[in-house]
C-alpha cells in the first residue's frame, strides 16, 4: 500500500520554507526522500532510518517519526532550484529490504 | 558516474503493438525495477528482479511482463499495448537488498499507445 504525501502541490516565493509529509498505514524500517525536476529521472535526497534520522543536504532536512509511521522533508529558505515533485519511498518492516514503495508525489513549485 | 539508461525518450505505438522497453545500468547491481508513473498516482512498481532470469511482481504486473537474460539489462514487454498502458516508464537500480541502498533511475520512456 502506497504511503500518503500531503500537501499534493505547493507554491512559494523563493526564500519562504516548506514541509512535505509522508505517511504510512505500516510499521517502516526507512524512508528514502527522491526529488524529480520536470523531465528528469528521480534524483536520491536522504535516508532516514528506524532508530534515526539524517540531514542529507544543508538547507534540505528530514525526520521521522517511527511511532506515528511518517516522515517529514523540510526545505528551508527555498531556492528555485528546488522546484520539482518530491517522492518518500518508504520500506516496510516485515515487507523486506527489497522494493521501495513510493507515494503519490508532491509538486514544488518556487517563484522569483 | 552512475548511469541508468532507457532505450527510448518517447515511443508511439498502436493499440495491440507488442512493446519493447529496454533498461541498461552500468553498476552492476543486481536489482532492476519497472516503475510506471501517473500524474496523482506516483511511482507504481510493475516488476523486478534480484538476479539475472529471476523476477517478481510489483503492485502492478496485470499486462506486463520482463526479461532479464543479462545482469546489466532488464526489459519490459508489452504483449499487446493498450491505450491505458499510455505512460511513463522509469527503470532503477539498486545495488543490494540493503534497504538504506539508494536507488538509482533512468530518464524515463513516455509511451503513448493509440
Known amino acids: 500500500q502506497q504511503p500518503v504525501q500531503s500537501p499534493q502541490a505547493v507554491i512559494l516565493r523563493e526564500g519562504e520554507d516548506a514541509v512535505i509529509n509522508c505517511s504510512s498505514s505500516k510499521a517502516l524500517y526507512s524512508v528514502h526522500w527522491y526529488r524529480q525536476k520536470h523531465g528528469e529521472a528521480p534524483v536520491f535526497l536522504m535516508i532516514?532510518?528506524?532508530?534515526?534520522e539524517q540531514k542529507g543536504h544543508e538547507k534540505i532536512s528530514a525526520s521521522f517519526n517511527e511511532k506515528k509511521q511518517q516522515s517529514s522533508l523540510y526545505l528551508t529558505a527555498s531556492q528555485l532550484s528546488y522546484s520539482g515533485t518530491y517522492f518518500c519511498g518508504t520500506v516496510p518492516l516485515i515487507q523486506g529490504a527489497q522494493k521501495l514503495v513510493f507515494g503519490q508525489g508532491t509538486r514544488l513549485t518556487i517563484n522569483p | 558516474d552512475v548511469k541508468v539508461t532507457q532505450s527510448s525518450r518517447y515511443l508511439v505505438k498502436r493499440t495491440g503493438e507488442k512493446v519493447f522497453l529496454e533498461c541498461v545500468q552500468d553498476?552492476?547491481?543486481?536489482?532492476m525495477f519497472w516503475y510506471r508513473q501517473d500524474p496523482g498516482l506516483g511511482l507504481r512498481l510493475i516488476y523486478f528482479?534480484?538476479?539475472?532470469?529471476?523476477?517478481e511482481k510489483g503492485d502492478i504486473p496485470e499486462g506486463y511482463s520482463v526479461s532479464r537474460e543479462k545482469k546489466e539489462r532488464f526489459s519490459l514487454i508489452l504483449e499487446s499495448a493498450s491505450t491505458n498502458q499510455t505512460s511513463m516508464y522509469l527503470c532503477a537500480s539498486r545495488r543490494a537488498l540493503e534497504s538504506t541502498d539508494t536507488q538509482y533511475f533512468g530518464p524515463g520512456t513516455r509511451l503513448t499507445v493509440l
Open positions: 528482479s534480484y538476479d539475472v532470469k529471476m523476477k
Open positions: 553498476m552492476d547491481h543486481e536489482n
Open positions: 532516514l532510518l528506524k532508530g534515526g
